[in-house]
């Protein structure tokens, strides 16, 4: 890779050992992938969690060693030279009565939460930063971390930006510099798979079946949707999740919707394929039974807001909870990011929620918590897929009414 004279000068320590460290993190990653330079970039999500690593047997010195890391990253005097938004944590900062929830871990993670906000990350701790107000333009480069707004911002703000990891973001944050390769150049952008739907997407679960699909017959290419109308918000949140949850997708065209491409034919560069899959009902309707193998109906858990909830979501939730009671034994948890529930409080939708038994989690999830269940309600087809496997539940994937009817039954009831 080619450095400008500036940029070798951080390598050999002008600006000191952290920044040396970070711009060697850019520089290898970037020659592993074949760039050929760094460019500019003009917003970062970053991840600062303090890991619940004791509660996965890790050690002390590993904690202390990783915590170093994290807090010379907050405290070494460089401020971010742009919009630097923070992802969800392993633990919320709220008090939550379960050992998941350690309290030095909970004290660690706000004590480097001021050191983020005041080196210039904005501590939103959430996996949808675009909820909450890290809205790129089109054509920004970014570096972002969480993939399923990684593949949001490619697709449907049409900015662009690689998969970041922990060292990445923070070293793209604080030298405001990435590795140009991927999805930031125009011909990586083109189509590879195209998707003809016909089946009628009536909701955001819907639409996250539809990327679940896709996420695996795509793996990491870049599937083109034909024949459907523009999502809103939710759904295109849900859409982009489960594409990078079944998948390695980094990106998606939805002919008319995302901004590079009006046309199957701009999505495709010029060049569409004659042949397709097609997403009609009965695909719909096998992709939901895929995550609902289960042994029983009996539930204990049912989470909400996966990625994080947006206020038009917890204002629907209120709406089918008002008045009735989660059943006993079932855990309702609505995840969501500070900056929201600070609205849905002032706009009474946590009252109507907490008086039904459920709460809003802010700052994580359940599944970053490693929560233990053994049956899991969810609308998310992303928690639904990660449940599986990180927390070793069953889960029933259902759109958010009959969720809500599950939780206050205490048994899936089905679709109704
Ligand atoms: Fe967010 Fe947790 Fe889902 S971090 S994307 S709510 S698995």
Redesign the pocket.
């Known amino acids: 890779m080619e450095l400008t004279g500036e940029q070798q000068a951080v390598l050999d320590g002008s600006r000191g050992d952290y920044l040396a460290k970070c711009m060697r993190w850019l520089v290898e990653w970037g020659e592993v992938m074949g760039a050929k330079r760094l460019i500019k970039v003009d917003n970062t999500h970053a991840l600062l969690p303090v890991p619940n690593l004791m509660a996965r047997g890790a050690s002390k010195e590993t904690m202390d060693q990783y915590m170093a890391d994290l807090v010379e990253a907050c405290s070494h005097g460089t401020h971010p030279g742009c919009t630097c938004t923070v992802?969800?944590a392993f633990v919320t900062l709220d008090d939550v009565d379960v050992p998941e929830n350690d309290p030095e871990q909970v004290q660690m993670q706000k004590d480097l939460a001021v050191l983020a906000a005041n080196a210039g990350f904005i501590p939103t701790f959430?996996?949808?930063p675009y909820l909450v107000g890290n809205v790129p333009l089109k054509d920004e480069i970014l570096a972002w971390t969480?993939s399923?707004a990684v593949v949001y911002a490619n697709s449907i703000l049409g900015a662009r930006t690689t998969r970041h990891g922990t060292e990445s973001a923070i070293a793209a944050s604080l030298l405001g510099l990435v590795p140009e390769f991927g999805v930031l150049l125009d011909e990586n952008r083109k189509g590879t798979l195209r998707i003809e739907v016909t089946a009628e997407l009536e909701d955001p679960p819907d639409w996250g079946a539809l990327g679940y699909f896709a996420g695996k017959a795509a793996g990491l290419g870049i599937p083109v949707f034909n024949g459907v109308r523009r999502p809103s918000q939710d759904e295109a949140k849900q859409l982009c999740?489960a594409l990078a949850t079944s998948g390695g997708v980094t990106m998606c065209h939805i002919a008319g919707v995302t901004p590079e491409a009006p046309t199957i034919d701009a999505a495709f560069q010029g060049d569409v394929p004659e042949d397709y899959l097609t997403f009609d009902a009965e695909t719909l309707r096998e992709t939901y039974e895929s995550l609902r193998v289960r042994t029983g109906d009996e539930i204990d858990s049912v989470i909400l807001?996966?990625?994080?909830a947006s206020i038009n979501e917890l204002s629907k939730i209120a709406a089918l909870l008002k008045g009735k009671k989660v059943a006993e034994g079932v855990r309702l948890w609505i995840?969501t990011a500070r900056g929201t529930k600070g609205n849905a409080d002032r706009m009474g939708y946590t009252e109507i929620i907490e008086a039904a038994g459920g709460r809003i989690l802010c700052d994580?999830?359940p599944?970053?918590m490693r929560i233990p269940a053994k049956r899991i309600v969810t609308h998310?087809f992303?928690?639904a897929h990660?449940a599986r496997g990180m927390v070793g539940a069953e889960v029933i994937i259902a759109k958010t009414d009959a969720c809500i009817r599950a939780a206050v039954a205490g048994r899936w009831l089905g679709d109704g």
């Not at 807001?305 to 994080?308: D, K, N, R, S």
């Open positions: 992802h969800a959430t996996c949808a969480e399923s999740a807001g996966c990625p994080h995840d994580t999830c599944t970053n998310g992303k928690q990660y």
